[in-house]
């Protein structure tokens, strides 16, 4: 953490002070592999990462196999790539090769890993989840529940060793988000995980806010199973597609519901019973989005190079930049600062709570500062791999203006889109 | 009637009131792609869509193709369009993720709407992912039996008052045999089940008449006679007078009634998207929403008779060839694939024989254990290309060139 740099950078949060750090960022090379718009500040990266430049190429390539080399290509190439990904994503994570796969969405991963992680502990009827996960999280652990008969303890993320030592006889599995969707405050892997372990249970995370935007070590934290999406700070394009993670030492006892064809040892036996294929391979379940696929593989590449740790640090300097502009800048406008301040404590957004969430973020994108609401909180998020220091501050400026002259109470801001 | 010669082919190609189609897509210099039952061709008007997709959509708006763009009702919306090849209406169809990912829906919602009964019913030379779905679903849920019959001749000696559900392949995989789907259809009614009907052999391949004959759901994928590339979303049809109270379990939030509310329990969409899970992968979705516009020019039941007329010319060209077709020769009772054995061959011969075609631009594939499969797609297969295919199968069985041991190499996919 570079703590001598917080200090220098709460002193004067001025477009001066972006414009000096921005010229000694040893990312900002970075930003120019992005197909960034004109007039456009980044902050929504959260939510759908921008556009890697060697991204069209990729996806050039993938519909030229199709054209030209048709069936042929899943042989050439295509077959392999669900592993191949999944490795890479592996690598952002801290899996070790063979544990990680790509494929279908993380909702489908998520009922995949809850139902098998709570095999894994079958005399066991009791699944505790953190109460403020991501809502299809706690669907599809519903869900699964229901058909297990297993009981979901849902509790907020401070409350959750409590209740897996109320339960701790009975828990199979613990389901945690790496990072808050709404708050962005960081959860501590590896002590839920031993707090999960200790009452051995299976510890179970959706890493789709932590994968690409803090460093991970799943392996060595012991985590047994993961999902996440891709489309976030791994910038795969909407809808990329998910991964899994499975900790080696359960492979060859995961007992999958999602059985396809893909996940079968030998699927062009054409076999008429499953046989699940050794290792993570047992976890691909019907044919991949190619297009898609090969979108994600592209994109991963500059965020490699950059180094998830120097990402990482970075976006801790805008974080803490950010807070210095907001309380300069925002004081007394109806802000409130929910993310904590604590840079061990965040993950790759800060949230700001405000009344009128919804219409100052209309009014924000007006102005081509993209973030975006959930409930009254407005979301920034910070991604060192491409943000600058003068999109912080362009983005702070902006709030100020659109909050202090009243801006946003314009009608046009009030028209609800579908999605937010 | 069936040509007898290269001659009579082009003549039927010059009359083809579909022929207009074939400059749609890219097809590769030298090659006669019998295979479009596992990928389809690549549409031409692809390329533009995907290009856009990526650099003016996802590139240039960012999340505000979300609402901008249409993505997000890109699953329905693709699903109305598809919905008139399928003889489905309007909000009975919705484009999302895997066919296997989607028999597990339809499976589980099929077995909750008939709640004293825990039977599934399946084919035993059904697809396996129809299979292994199944058993992963029966395995996951209390007390579910599966039960196999060799095809649906069978379905009178099982059907009970146990079997909550059928899923049925609407044409074979391997030989390309098409089901009475009416007929099956109702015997399955009769007997107080729910059917779901798998046609990702069928859509696309022929008229498919869902509604008309009293369909529950159905599933099926882009990637073959639809063209919409790799791993292209497939769909899901529930007929409407399910759709208001049917559930499955892969219930997230892309399927909830107000997903941006963010509410912490469950309620499904009032309409069909109740059956989408999770994000969607929009490039395959613009991949497919391209490939629509092709199939908004195809009159099917001239796409029918010129499928037809080209499967029946090459199984009659095979058996002169003496190789067993195992495809039935009514038309009635066909899909637009042809199935073909070497007549008693050991079960690698026709791996190798399709070898030896792919090697000289045939491209068609194996199914093990011992079936050569050629799919014919009448949007963009002339009859000449027909005709040119047999011509270099008799050659290669003529010449014996499909036994160098170079064929015999398997790949991972065949
Ligand atoms: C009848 C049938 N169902 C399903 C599939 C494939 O399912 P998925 O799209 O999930 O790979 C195939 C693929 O060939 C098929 O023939
Ligand atoms: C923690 C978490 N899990 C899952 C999802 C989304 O799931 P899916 O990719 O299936 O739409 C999100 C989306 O924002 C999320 O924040």
Known sequence: MPKGTLR????????????????????????????????????????????????????????????????????????????????????????????????????????????????????????????????????????????????????????????????????????????????GELWDVPAVTRVAHEAGAVALWDLSHGAGAVPLWVDDDGVDLAVGCTYKYLSGGPGSPAYGYVAARHQDRLDLPLTGWHGHARPFDMAGVFEPAPGVARARIGTPPVLSLLALEAALEPLERAGIEAVRAKTVRLGDFFLGCADRLLDGLGFEVVTPRDPRRRGGHLALRHPEAAAVMAALKDRGVLGDVRGDLLRFCVNGLYVSFGDVHDAVTALREVAATDEYRSPRFRRREVVT | MTATSRNECAALDAADPLSGLRTEFVLPEGVIYLDGNSLGALPRRTLDRVHRLIEHEWGQRLIRSWNEAGWWDLPTVLGDRLAPLLGASPGEVVVCDSTSVNIFKTLAAALRMRPGRRAVVAESGSFPTDLYITEGLAGTLDGV?????????????????????????????????????????????????????????????????????????????????????????????????????????????????????????????????????????????????????????VDMAALRTKSLALTDLFMRRAEELGLETLTPREPERRGSQVALRVRDGDPGDGYAIVQALIDRGVIGDFRAPDVMRFGFTPLYLRYVDVWDATEALADILRTGAWRDGKYAVRNAVT
């Open chain 1, 8 to 183: 220098e950078v709460k002193m004067e949060p001025s477009r001066e002070m972006a414009d000096r750090l921005d010229t000694v960022d040893e990312l900002a090379p970075f930003r120019k592999e992005f197909n960034l718009p004109a007039g456009v500040v980044p902050l929504n990266g959260n939510s759908l990462g921008p556009l890697p430049a060697a991204v069209p190429g990729a996806v050039a390539e993938a519909v030229r196999q199709w054209g030209e080399r048709l069936t042929r290509a899943w042989n050439e190439d295509w077959w392999h790539a669900p592993a191949r990904v999944g490795d890479r994503i592996g690598r952002l994570i801290g899996a070790a090769p063979g544990q990680t796969m790509a494929g279908d969405s993380t909702s489908v991963q998520i009922f995949n890993a809850v139902v098998a992680a709570a095999r894994l502990r079958p005399d066991r009827r009791v699944v505790v989840a953190d109460a403020g996960n991501f809502p299809t999280d706690r669907y599809l652990t519903a869900s699964a529940a229901r058909l297990l008969g297993l009981e979901v303890v849902e509790v907020p993320m401070g409350d959750l060793p409590d209740a897996v030592d109320r339960h701790r006889d009975e828990v199979a599995v613990v389901f945690c988000p790496a990072a808050d969707y709404r708050t």
């Open chain 2, 145 to 297: 039996e599966r039960r196999l019959v060799a095809d649906a001749r069978e379905l009178p000696g099982v059907l009970d008052d146990e079997v909550a559900v059928v899923l049925l392949n609407h044409v074979d995989y391997r030989t390309g045999r098409l089901q009475d789907m009416a007929a099956v259809t109702d015997l399955v009614h009769r007997h107080g089940a729910l059917v779901i009907w798998d046609l990702c052999h069928s859509a696309g391949a022929l008229p498919v008449e869902l509604n008309a004959c009293g369909v529950d759901f159905a599933v099926g994928c882009g990637y073959k006679y639809l063209n919409a590339g790799p791993g292209s979303p497939a769909f899901v049809f529930c007929a409407a007078r399910h759709i208001g109270s049917v559930r499955q379990p892969l219930s997230g939030w892309w399927g909830h009634a107000e997903p941006f509310a963010f509410e912490p329990g469950y309620a499904p969409d009032p309409g069909i998207r109740r059956f989408l899970t999770g994000s969607q992968p929009v490039v395959g979705g613009a991949a497919l929403a391209a490939s629509l516009e092709v199939w908004e020019r």
